[in-house]
């Protein structure tokens, strides 16, 4: 099982607006909290406020984390594409398509709808990636896949599913 073409999309790194309005929404749920807290005369119920407002935060960390972290590994062999999805160092593949099965390949502005599942592998807008969908057969229904790559990446796909 060759591989004939590989590409991996990155998110962009944070950027020092991003960053800095995360740190005023972080100081102002911290101050909130604080004022409301030391209003309260029960320390038990100041702990369950402390103990949600931990929780909140840290889930709101976490999935910003994982915003921020998101990377997809696209892979094209002789006769499929795969697509996995990387967190961290969690990886899952997320699409497997043989190449027999792709009916389509359009840029996202053309695609229509279609009667399957839509699958989004996209992140930001970045320079010399363009979005493209990709329509294929599952199950009988044509299902379609968002995905975003160079047009070398997507000229190579073509060449192999003969479009």
Known sequence: MAVKARETLESKQISITTLGILMVVVVGYTFLYNQY?????????KTIVGVISL????????????????????????????????????KKTVLEVKLDDIKKILPSEEAKKVDGQMRNFTLTNMDGKRKYVIQHDEQGKICCAKIQCTSKFIEILKKMVKI
Not at 37 to 45: G, I, K, M, P
Not at 71 to 77: G, S
Request: hydrophobic letters at 50%; aromatic letters at 16%; zero cysteines.
């Open 37 to 45: 807290a030391n209003t309260l005369e029960d320390y038990r119920l």
């Open 55 to 90: 929780i909140v935060m840290m889930g709101g960390f976490l999935i910003s984390l994982r915003y921020i972290t998101t990377a997809y590994e696209m892979v094209i062999t002789h006769d499929r594409l795969t697509i996995d999805r990387k967190i961290f160092f969690w």
